[in-house]
T-cell receptor, first 117, second 115 residues
Framework: GAVVSQHPSRVICKSGTSVKIECRSL??????MFWYRQFPKQSLMLMAT?????????EQGVEKDKFLINHASLTLSTLTVTSAHPEDSSFYIC?????????????FGQGTRLTVV | AQKITQTQPGMFVQEKEAVTLDCTYD???????LFWYKQPSSGEMIFLIY??????QNATEGRYSLNFQKARKSANLVISASQLGDSAMYFC????????????FGTGTSLTVIP
């Protein structure tokens, strides 16, 4: 089946630094990818929709200057957390739609656990 | 209003028994899809089963089946013959195909299978 790969799975960074998270679709081209954030024991919250070749669409309340999204190719989207602070510590997970799927189901990456110290 | 409601924060089931995880949804979109995902402690989201709003029959995938009651707007997940490895968080999700295609997730149900 379709696979979405996310890297890194865990990252610890110092406050004030930036962290880049990659999301790749391995065997299909994804014109649209989604970025979610999940706090402990809570549901997934959509942060933004990443569109290949155009600007990302951010959900209300998500700072676009802090969470930079780049979808430069049909198989890669990146999320960069800029000037990270401890409150940015969370689980970030991406998903991509396989347009070949009859039900247009989405597959998720393995997630990235970010800890800002 | 909540798009997806999961009213069971935690559930326990005896190994080899069946368990039903509840999910209700709210939409005015005529075309939508309902999904169930499993999230083990590792964090990855594992796709389990899908039901389209126009599908006449309930979806089944191995030990998973989806009890789709369109008029009641419910999409309960039934896991038969529970196994210890089924212990995880389970999320119900919906995608509205006309209004935006984004996923709406429920708050999840934590399932514990007891040996």
């Amino acid at each position: 089946g379709a696979v979405v790969s996310q890297h890194p799975s865990r990252v610890i960074c110092k406050s004030g630094t930036s962290v880049k998270i990659e999301c790749r679709s391995l065997d299909f081209q994804a014109t649209t990818m989604f970025w979610y954030r999940q706090f402990p024991k809570q549901s997934l919250m959509l942060m933004a929709t990443s569109n290949e070749g155009s600007k990302a669409t951010y959900e209300q309340g998500v700072e676009k200057d802090k969470f930079l999204i780049n979808h430069a190719s049909l198989t890669l989207s990146t999320l960069t957390v800029t000037s990270a602070h401890p409150e940015d510590s969370s689980f970030y997970i991406c998903s991509a739609r396989d347009p070949r799927g009859a039900e247009a189901e989405a597959f998720f990456g393995q997630g990235t656990r970010l800890t800002v110290v | 209003a909540q798009k997806i409601t999961q009213t069971q924060p935690g559930m326990f089931v005896q190994e080899k028994e069946a368990v039903t995880l509840d999910c209700t949804y709210d939409t005015s979109d005529p075309s939508y899809g309902l999904f169930w995902y499993k999230q083990p402690s590792s964090g990855e989201m594992i796709f389990l089963i899908y039901q389209g709003s126009y599908d006449q029959q309930n979806a089944t995938e191995g030990r998973y089946s989806l009890n789709f009651q369109k008029a009641r707007k419910s999409a309960n997940l039934v896991i038969s013959a529970s196994q210890l490895g089924d212990s995880a968080m389970y999320f119900c999700a919906m995608r509205e195909y006309i209004t935006g295609n984004q996923f709406y997730f429920g708050t999840g149900t934590s399932l514990t299978v007891i040996p």
